[in-house]
Antibody, heavy 114, light 107 residues
Framework: EVQLVESGGGLVQPGRSLKLSCAAS????????MHWIRQAPTKGLEWVAS????????YYRDSVKGRFTISRDNAKSTLYLQMDSLRSEDTATYYC???????WGQGVMVTVSS | DIQMTQSPSSLPASLGDRVTITCRAS??????LRWFQQKPGKSPRLMIY???NLAAGVPSRFSGSRSGSDYSLTISSLESEDMADYYC?????????FGGGTKLELK
């Protein structure tokens, strides 16, 4: 059974950093690209970043370029999202998902507030 | 960036109704269109991929169709468990973009 479990969320002050993790199991993680998607409270879904199976290619939405870094450790079957220079508008539930968007984690809440 | 314009934003309906939600793509996306269902407090669930293909485990009352740049999700006979938010997603190219969502609710 495919499982994606996010962790690392919480309350953080504007301008500070946070690193999210997504632990994958039930499939060969190293064969699949992955996404991070977010959803602000009471709002719609917004794609954030993606990474290729090897980690050699990454993609970001414009609003997080230069602030967020997606990475992966295939030996640990874990996806990461390093979030720096956080802003209030980054407040959201963050989901990891497989490349075809067919499996999603349960989500982790990130709140950016002073 | 490819814009996905989803309508309506809210759809009151009765059990047994046939309902349709539509997304219009601002550029050609071929059949790179997915539909998701999201219930309160839950993660999105893939319902349709490739514009018309039912994802695993999705009831056959759900269907997807395409007419030019318009993509539709249809529920043939609404059941109570279908009350949820629905989103389309273009998966043709980065940045992947979602529609604004449709809240399906009981009339």
């Amino acid at each position: 059974e495919v499982q994606l479990v996010e962790s690392g969320g919480g309350l953080v002050q504007p301008g500070r950093s946070l690193k999210l993790s997504c632990a994958a199991s039930g499939f060969t993680f190293s064969n699949y690209g992955m996404h991070w998607i977010r959803q602000a409270p009471t709002k719609g879904l917004e794609w954030v970043a993606s990474i290729s199976p090897s980690g050699g290619s990454t993609y970001y939405r414009d609003s997080v370029k230069g602030r967020f870094t997606i990475s992966r450790d295939n030996a640990k079957s874990t996806l990461y999202l390093q979030m720096d220079s956080l802003r209030s508008e980054d407040t959201a539930t963050y989901y990891c998902a497989t490349i075809l968007f067919d499996y999603w984690g349960q989500g982790v809440m990130v709140t950016v507030s002073s | 960036d490819i814009q996905m314009t989803q309508s309506p934003s809210s759809l009151p309906a009765s059990l047994g109704d046939r309902v349709t939600i539509t997304c219009r793509a601002s550029q050609d996306i071929g059949n790179y269109l997915r539909w998701f269902q999201q219930k309160p407090g839950k993660s999105p669930r893939l319902m349709i991929y490739g514009a018309t293909n039912l994802a695993a485990g999705v009831p056959s009352r759900f269907s997807g169709s395409r007419s030019g740049s318009d993509y539709s999700l249809t529920i043939s006979s609404l059941e109570s468990e279908d009350m949820a938010d629905y989103y389309c997603l273009q998966s043709k190219e980065s940045p992947w973009t979602f529609g604004g969502g449709t809240k399906l609710e009981l009339k």
